[in-house]
Each structure stands twice: as C-alpha cells, then as structure tokens.
DNA sequence: GCCGTCCCGATTGTATACAGTGATTCGCGA
DNA sequence: TCGCGAATCACTGTATACAATCGGGACGGC
C-alpha cells in the first residue's frame, strides 16, 4: 500500500484551484462571497473554459457552491450539513486511528508535536487565522499517517469544509480547538492506546462542534411563512 | 440532520454522467475502455462542452480517468488502489453501524432483507451482473440507512470503484459477495449488536477482498529491468 | 533490412462568439 | 408619489473555431 496520486493533477485551471482554496482556508474569502467568472478571468489572465473548470472542480470538493445561472459563490453550509460533516469526521477519523497507531513512526509524531506548538504560538499571538489553520492542518497530517490516500482525501476535504463551518459558526472570540486535546491525542497514539485515543479524539471533535453556534437560532427560515411564524389560509401544496 | 441536497444537481452533462456511471455499474464498460470526446459527442447529441463536463465529474469520481492529451478511458485501478479502496470500506463502513444500528427502521431492515433475496436469486440465476450490481447496491443501501450525508457519498464512490476493481481482478467463476454474509450481517443490525455487526462487516469486506487475485503477479512491472529480474549494472540513479 | 526522421491524421486543450436568463432600473401613466 | 411594465445590463450556458500535442506510418539513408 503505497503513494499512488491521490489528487488528480489538474492542468491549467489548478493555479485556480489552489489558490481559491487556500484564500478559504486562511479564511480571506469568506462563505457566501461570490466568484464572479469575469473577475477570476481577469485576476489569472485565462478564459473563461479553464475558469469554469477549475470551480466544477471547487464545487465538487464542496469548496464553493454553483446555483445553476447565479454562478459560484464560496460555500455557505447550513447548521444541518455542518453537523453532519462533524459526524462524518467523528466515523472516519476515529475509524483512521488504528491504521495511524500501526504504521506512525516516532519521528513522524513528534514533527506532529512541533506542530502543535506552532499552533499554540499562534494561538497565544492573537493570530486566529493562523491558529485555525494550523489546527487544520494537525488534523489532515494525523489522518496523513494512516497512509490510505483514499481515507486522507476525505479527510482533507471534511476538514476544509469543516473550517468554512467554523468561520460561520464560530462565536467571534471564541477558541475552536484546542491545542492541549491535541497534545493528549498524540500521547495516546504514541502510548499505541487505541481505545483512549479513540475516546479522545471523539471528545475532541464534539467538542469542536459544541463549541459552535449550532442551536443558537435554528436554521435561518427560507420560507416567509415560516420567518413570520404564521401559517399560510389556504392549502399551497405543502411540501 | 436532515436531508439536504447531496449530489451537485448537475446541469445537462448529467444524461451523460448518468449513462456512463450505470454502464460502469452493469460492468458493460470494462476497465481501460476508452471514451474519446468525439464519440460522447455524437451519442449525445451535445457539444463537446458539455461532454467535458461529464468527464471532469466522472474523474473526479474516480470513475474514469483522464490522462493529459490522451483523453478519458475506464479507471482501471493498480492492486495497490484497490487494497487502500478496500481499507478506507471497511473504516468507513464499520466505523457507520453505530449510526445504522440507532436510526435504522425495522421495515427498513426488511426491505434491505428482500434485496438479499433480489441478489441470491440473480446469484442462481446465474445472472452475474445483475448479482454484482445487486450485491453494490445493498452496500450502499445499508450505509444510507446512517442517515448521514456525507457518509453516503463517500461510501457509493468507494462502492462503484469496488465494482471496477472487481470486474479486473475477480478470477472468472468466482462469487464476489455472499448474500449469506449479508445476512447475517442485518440480524447483527437488528439485534442492535454493535459489536458482532462490526466483526461481521469487517470480516466480510475483508472476504470480499481477499477473493480478488490481488497477489497472483504483483504490480505488472513498469521498468524492463524489473522484468526480466536483472538488476541494472551500471548505477543509474535507483529511485 | 533496420533505424531514424519527417509528416499527417486524430484527438485533446484553449479561446471566443453567441444565446439565454435573471435582476435592476428607467420611464410611463394613474 | 406610487405602481407597473418593459428595456437593459450583467452574467452564465452552450457551441464552435482554432491551436497544440501525440501517435503512427511512410520515406529515405545507412
């Protein structure tokens, strides 16, 4: 079970793609924002084919959202997908722990625990938009060490979108993940304790979601009715 | 956690996207076929716009894959593909009961239990396609019953590329999945047996794998000194 | 006869032109 | 001043034209 290319190298369009996806992972778009084709034509000097290629791709991996003739904007995911998406992580980085116990090499861990003190340092230098991308990042190079490119892709992209979530969600101020859950998690996985660090890192990811503003106001309502709380006279096909 | 959309609507590449993927499914498309642009064209009746599209999501789905300037052929994917595939199902799909095992209904059991009929009788029937499509299907009908999103995109893409996997390296005559395993696999889940359903589930995939000829000749080897076991007298840079 | 080279056909990569769609705005009339 | 409708604008959806690239086959030299 070895390296084989786990992301398809795109061609011209992957500038694009990379750096739409690093500007949401910094957090310098923020959801909702819109990606006009006209504008990313003009900022990379391409036409618009490899544009749209390169936001068929960012649709796919959940990054932006195309509403048919509105364009792309980056995604916005409601209260619902994110809890699922926080699910989600909760199966599959649990379910990824035994293979990162088996085959992590005591070096690899401790790059990982000089990661964390980087995210630390972050933390304590008010520099949140590093902090969040570091803690990011702890999560992807953790997942990395299973060496299952498939796992590592879904991980990846859980995590992207998982920090999209955290800049819609999170109440300003506040932490989102905490380096110190992370310090114990890699202590577990060196100590080969494939219980706790199970235990541990299901706590640690419902705590990431329970720290977000997910029952504050339930789902803003889409429908008029509902925001008004009325119910509509006549029978109009509810749905 | 309720539905919300979990497949990207697709415009009008998707008749194409569709067609392909059931093709794929039904193993009318073997491994390594190649789709040439033109040819998608003129079935389709649409421009070969549109026909990018459809190749693009196909790829992305690992589905097909698309070389630079030589166009799109079936995925056939390496043994080593095909064993990581193989893990990352059974993280995922174990690390999924417990989420199946709370939400599921018990007419849903049922009616997953008369899929396993609907597969045994294709199986005597001798009807092989049919059974193997049958067999996807119940995989991907089991997980669904999580009721979570994400998870059952995930786990229909690894499902479909088990299904090229297996038309590649099943030995012919051989039986792929056995619906007894399945089974028995539903009394786990309807006893709410969390511990026994996971034993179950993983023992199975890890039947369903080791009946692939993943080891008869390793890896068709790439370098011509490789193959004809010789080892390279000069030294010429060893990767 | 064998090998290297050149050319040609087929196929993909990219750009652009044109059509369709939704929203805003402007103008007209009450 | 307000309401209503039509023109307009900005943008996306689709098709097509043109450029680039790769593989194979023919040709000629050795």
């Known amino acids: 079970m070895q390296s084989y290319p786990t992301t398809i190298q795109g ?19 923020a959801p909702g924002m819109r990606l ?30 195309l509403k048919p003739n509105h364009g792309a904007s980056i995604a916005s995911p409601s209260r619902d997908e994110t809890r699922a998406v926080f699910e989600a992580r909760r199966m599959l980085e649990c ?25 630390d340092l972050a933390f304590r230098a008010r520099d949140m938009r590093g902090w ?24 990846n992209e859980l995590v992207t979108q998982s920090l999209l979530m955290t800049a819609l969600y999170m109440p300003s101020g506040q932490t989102a993940c905490s380096a110190d859950e992370h310090l114990q998690l890699i202590d577990a996985i060196a100590a080969r304790d494939e219980r706790r660090a199970a235990r541990l890192m299901q706590a640690h990811l419902e705590a990431c979601e329970a720290r977000l503003a997910l ?13 008004l709380q009325l119910r509509p006279r006549r029978a109009s096909a509810a749905r």
Chains 1, 2 share one sequence.
């Open 132 to 155: 969040i991308r570091l803690s990011g990042e702890f999560h992807r190079r953790l997942i990395a060490l299973a060496r299952n490119p498939v796992i590592l892709r879904y991980a």
């Open 36 to 65: 006009t084709e006209a504008s990313l034509v003009e900022l990379f000097g391409v036409s618009r084919t490899i544009v749209r290629m390169a936001l068929l791709r960012l649709a796919h991996d959940h990054i932006v959202q």
């Open 95 to 119: 379910a990824a722990l035994p293979a990162v116990i088996a085959r992590a090499l005591p070096r690899q861990l401790d790059s990982l625990r000089s990661l964390v003190r980087q995210e």
């Open 11 to 29: 061609g011209t369009e992957q500038p694009i793609y990379d750096a739409v996806a690093a500007a949401v992972l910094d957090q310098r778009l």
């Open 215 to 227: 029952d504050w106001t339930e789902e803003r309502p889409s429908d008029l009715a509902e925001a």
